[in-house]
């Protein structure tokens, strides 16, 4: 997956694309400037993925300034796990072995390794280097690993392994499976003909379930146990004989898997182990992150709703322009006593007038018309200014002009602090006006844009707020 990250200066905005999201039908845009806490970017939480591309440019107004800003884009698929193929399987003489990627494997797939050695009790698969060991068994092991196109399958080697000690390796990939195991059940096995297995409680819907089993002595065939779609397996006489299979079962619901069973043909009795494992559907199939130092370079004025709107401006700090907060109380006289009884609320949120002052006509008519919408307004300001910021109301607003430069005037905005919208509120950067302006007919807007998208692109101009 690749993420880019450009700043707009015109609208003061971070604008996020990505691609190679594979098999997501959707992905999240989170932002954060620690790697630790991650904010999900306004208009980020669901954005529609078509051929591995997110179909709209996530836009941030809200970053925050003159520091990195870390974006992660996490791509999410809604359809069931899949099971693609299994690999070819490998086997040895207390010796590393390796099976082979499965046959129509794709970026973001989950492969996982399935690997035993013969001498119970003191012989251990190592985990191989960038994977996840999701089963330690004894002598029997499940790995995992997503699939990057880059990496080549390793060779799984042991540790305690003995002569004659056989070693046994398969290979599986699932798409959209995740990681770690959601439920996990082991049974060891008295010596025996078929190997039993036990129940395991699935969490929840949309998990595989997936059977592992060894026995210690070679066989014809395995059967596969009701309900269960079969892998592959690997039987091995180059030591003193061991074998394994695998098979899975996809489930919508949480169910119990019931105890069962594998039937083997050929070989004789012996000790064994089985594996059932449960792995949750991914969250996310891909996440990759991009970085980014944004700069504001003075304080902004911005309309989440209309952010076309979207300007810098020039503030005046006045002395006599303090902060307050309301008191949310009440004083009560009580019959026979002295001291009255005081009800109280936590204080209201901050209060401030803020000055702005604009050097042309067409500066001040874009703020008069900016401030016409009546919506909130999301004061942004540079790291270490003095002007507070945030989501505000405005009321009452005031205009006056400069008795010997009349194409200079002031406003004084009074602002009260206020919650942010919802993640999910998100403007337009233009509107149907702003395209009509541009394009006289159908056929040149088609000449000029060549998708949809293109047209969101346009950028609207401030008087088309105007309603007559």
Not at 129 to 154: C, H, K, S
């Amino acid at each position: 997956m690749a993420v880019t990250l450009t700043y707009d200066p015109v609208l003061s905005r971070v604008e996020i694309t990505a691609n190679g999201l594979n098999a997501a039908d959707t992905a999240t845009v989170d932002r954060s400037t620690d790697g630790i806490q991650w904010t999900t970017v306004r208009g980020g939480s669901s954005v529609p993925v078509a051929a591995g591309v997110m179909s709209a440019t996530v836009s941030d107004y809200e970053f925050v300034d003159g520091v990195p800003n870390t974006y992660r884009v996490r791509g999410a698929a809604s359809a069931a796990i899949a099971f693609v193929a299994a690999g070819s399987s490998a086997s040895g003489n207390n010796t590393s072995v390796t099976a082979t990627l499965p046959a129509g494997t794709i970026v973001d797939d989950l492969v996982l390794i399935h690997a035993s050695i013969r001498n119970s009790g003191t012989g251990v698969p190592n985990t191989p280097a960038g994977w996840t060991l999701l089963v330690l068994f004894g002598n029997e092991a499940i790995f995992g690993r997503a699939y990057d196109g880059v990496w080549t399958m390793p060779a799984v080697t042991f540790t305690g392994g003995v002569t004659n000690a056989d070693t046994l390796a398969e290979s599986a990939t699932f798409r959209r499976a995740g990681m770690p195991a959601a439920a996990v059940a082991t049974q060891l096995n008295a010596s025996a003909q078929n190997i039993a297995f036990p129940a395991l409680q699935l969490p929840a819907g949309g998990c595989v379930a997936v059977l592992a089993a060894w026995k210690q002595d070679d066989w014809i065939t395995s059967g596969s146990p009701a309900g269960y779609g079969f892998m592959n397996q690997v039987t091995s006489t180059a030591g003193d004989d061991a074998s394994q299979a695998w098979w899975y079962q996809l489930h919508s619901t949480a169910v119990t898997i019931p105890t069962g069973s594998v039937t083997v043909s050929g070989g004789a009795s012996a000790i064994s182990r089985a594996i059932v494992m449960a792995l949750p559907h991914a969250d996310y199939v891909n996440s990759e992150t991009a970085q980014i130092t944004p700069v504001l370079g003075a304080v902004w004025l911005k309309d989440i709703s209309r952010p076309f709107l979207n300007r810098a401006v020039t503030v005046v700090m006045a002395e006599d322009n303090p902060v307050t907060r309301n008191a949310r109380d009440g004083v009560f006289d009580i019959v026979g006593r002295s001291f009255p009884v005081v009800v109280t609320d936590v204080r209201g949120s901050r209060q401030w007038a803020l000055q702005l002052r604009t050097a042309t006509v067409d500066e001040a008519d874009a703020i008069d018309l900016m401030l016409s919408t009546g919506d909130p307004m999301f004061v942004h300001v540079p790291a270490g200014c003095q002007v507070l910021g945030g989501y505000v109301r405005i009321g009452n607003t005031g205009q006056t002009w400069h008795a010997l430069r009349p194409e200079q005037s002031a406003f004084t905005l009074p602002l009260q602090e206020t919650a942010a919208p919802g993640p999910d509120v998100v403007g337009s950067t233009s509107t149907w006006t702003t395209v009509l302006a541009a394009y006289a007919t159908w056929s040149a807007l088609i000449a000029g844009k060549a998708t949809w998208a293109d047209v969101l692109n346009l950028v609207g101009d401030p008087s088309e707020v105007i309603v007559p």
